[in-house]
């Protein structure tokens, strides 16, 4: 018999900015206990503030490129929470040059690929490995990865340790969603378009132009838009949906 709503605990990562603070902010709504995970200490007051509306929400500090640290993480939040019924893995970055550029192939360094793998590949494992035990035990559970448009077609703003880390992301959805299935867990994965947060630059005119001239809905998208689509894939209503993408994109591909 599953947990009723309010008994279940969400993990969020990258949760002080963006995307993963509107999905926190959205699962807390919800009436998920909510564990707002981020290596920007930031995110101790994005939980308080959700604590102050009387939610419960609480952070954890943690380096998610750090194995070590991701499995003492999930070990922690196992000890006090006792459970981890939804895992967003959300937390993640696209290095630019230093002139804020995308790295052509050629420039491409192995330390961006590493981390860009550890961010968005090998921590969702780990912490799968870590929360989805205990999910098969209670029969539910629910994992939704937040890729990008980059792992569904190709973009040229991508640089290739980003459009190959988060294509990743969408195979080892399907990997969990396959294994999962018979257990009541569902993986699924959300691919956001241009979606107005600090790790979009606005200012550019390359975004400008895109989101205007070439996106069907004219605008980027809000955080907020992503955090409902994940908010549905977390409820009980989705049971039926797994190893599914998610395109949250303005009707990009049919712009392309
Ligand atoms: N904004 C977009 O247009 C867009 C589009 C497609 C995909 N995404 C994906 O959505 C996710 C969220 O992006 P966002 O736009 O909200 O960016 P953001 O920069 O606003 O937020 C990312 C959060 O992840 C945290 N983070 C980064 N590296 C970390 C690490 N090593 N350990 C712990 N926390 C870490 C940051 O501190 C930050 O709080 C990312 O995975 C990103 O790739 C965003």
Redesign the pocket.
Known sequence: MAASQSSRVAVV?????????SIARRLAGDGFAVVL????P??QDKAAELAQGGAAASPVV?????RESVSSLAAGILRTHGRCDVLVN?????FKTPEGQRFRFDQVGLREWD?SIA??MT?PMLLCQAFLPGMKERGWGRVVN?????ARTYIQQSSAF?TAS?SGMVGLTRAIAGEFAPFGITCNSV??????????DISSEDVKRFSLNELPVGR??E?DE?AAAVSFLAGDQAGFITGAVIDVNGGGFMAS
Not at 13 to 21: C, F, K, Q, R
């Open positions: 990562t990258g949760a002080a900015s963006g995307l993963g603070w995970v981020d290596r920007n930031a995110v943690a380096d998610l490129a750090d959300n937390a993640g970055t696209h981390l961010l968005h921590a937040i890729a990008s448009r980059a980003y988060k691919a956001p378009g241009r979606i107005r947060t600090p790790l979009t980027l998208g955080p992503v």
